[in-house]
């Protein structure tokens, strides 16, 4: 049996240049092209273990059995799984992450891309990276980039490319960044992207401005990193979620997924910036603000954050590398 067992550790990612809409709902293919960073503390280690004697799928994440609704991907995966290694077995999973699952900060990136490597590795299966990520991608698109470490872009997908896979673009050692976290909610986040992402589709006016201008940003993004210039990847990162979030906010209804305290962060961070620290933001679907600093700035940024008093704590998070799998 234990040749059917299998464990990975994935690391959420940070999109510096956002995902946010499908070309192709059935396949989850985004309609534009994003660039993301993974990172160290935020991180996912999940054990895939096939067992005849197992009547279904049981999915046990931090600790609790979650139910079928919440594990409907994660089944879908494991489908994809038997049927490429012709394996009729349900399987148990068992996954943790090291940050707060509740708290929306990118867990189904991790989630996914460490669920895809230790399922596959576990039924036998040899993928490439690229296969791992266009199975991640299947799940959650913004996993597709968690296979891979450092600077990794996926492009967007024309409707029908299932082939579609993130690629890496810059590894680990290529710039000394560090992106503070700023978290300014607990608990889970009321629209999950997927839902918020085709509302935005269907109702925003913004839509298709957010999905013409998208690729200019991702390539702003990508000649930043390649520079290793700070101001002109911060600007362009800044100007991709303030897009997206403006098509979010004029959805119908609206999808806000800011609170108070992610603005006073943002406002503080222009600011400081003024104030001569070479820090940029960026927000997710959530309320959270990720500031984006040199490695050298990190220690500074960290405190001032901390200072705010609607920060409820403050997560400092390095470049990671990618997706790591131990086999039995
Ligand atoms: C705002 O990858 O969670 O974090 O493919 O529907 O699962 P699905 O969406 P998901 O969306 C991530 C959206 C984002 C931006 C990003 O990570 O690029």
């Known amino acids: 049996m234990s040749a059917l067992e299998a464990s990975a550790i994935a690391r959420a990612n940070i999109a510096l240049a956002k995902y946010w809409g499908k070309s192709d709902v059935r396949l989850n293919l985004p309609a534009v092209p994003s660039i993301s960073l993974t990172l160290d503390a935020l991180m996912t280690t999940t054990r895939v273990r096939f067992d005849e004697t197992l009547s279904e799928d049981r999915v046990i994440l931090d600790g609790n059995l979650s139910d079928r609704k919440a594990s409907r991907r994660a089944v879908k995966m494991l489908d994809e799984v038997r049927s490429l290694a012709s394996l009729e077995m349900s399987a148990e999973v068992i996954t943790t992450n090291s940050f707060p699952t509740a708290a929306g900060l990118a867990s189904s990136a991790s989630g996914f891309a460490a669920l895809a490597g230790a399922a596959a590795a576990a039924a036998g299966l040899k993928l490439s990276d690229p296969e791992l990520s266009r199975m991640a991608r299947r799940a959650s698109a913004s996993a597709a980039r968690s296979i891979f470490g450092g600077f990794v872009e996926l492009p967007s997908g024309a409707p029908g490319d299932d082939g579609l896979s993130a690629s890496p673009l ?152 990618g997706l790591q799998v131990t086999h039995g």
């Open 170 to 321: 810059y590894g680990v050692s290529h710039w000394d960044l560090s992106m503070v976290i700023a978290l300014t909610a607990t608990g889970p986040k009321k629209v999950g992207s997927t839902e918020g992402m085709e509302r935005s589709r269907m109702s925003s006016p913004y839509y298709e401005a957010w999905i013409k201008a998208a690729p200019g940003l991702a390539d702003r993004v990508r000649k930043g990193i390649e520079s290793r210039d700070l101001g002109s990847l911060g600007r362009a990162m800044e100007e991709s979620t303030l897009a997206f979030h403006c098509c979010a906010i004029t959805a119908s209804p609206p999808i806000i997924y800011w609170r108070p305290a992610t603005l006073s962060v943002l406002h503080r961070v222009h600011e400081l910036r003024e104030e001569g620290l070479n820090a940029w933001a960026t927000m997710d679907a959530g309320p959270h603000v990720k500031v984006l600093c040199e490695r050298s700035d990190e220690e500074r940024l960290a405190a001032e954050l901390g200072k705010d008093p609607s920060v409820l704590e403050v997560l400092r998070c390095r470049p990671a590398g």
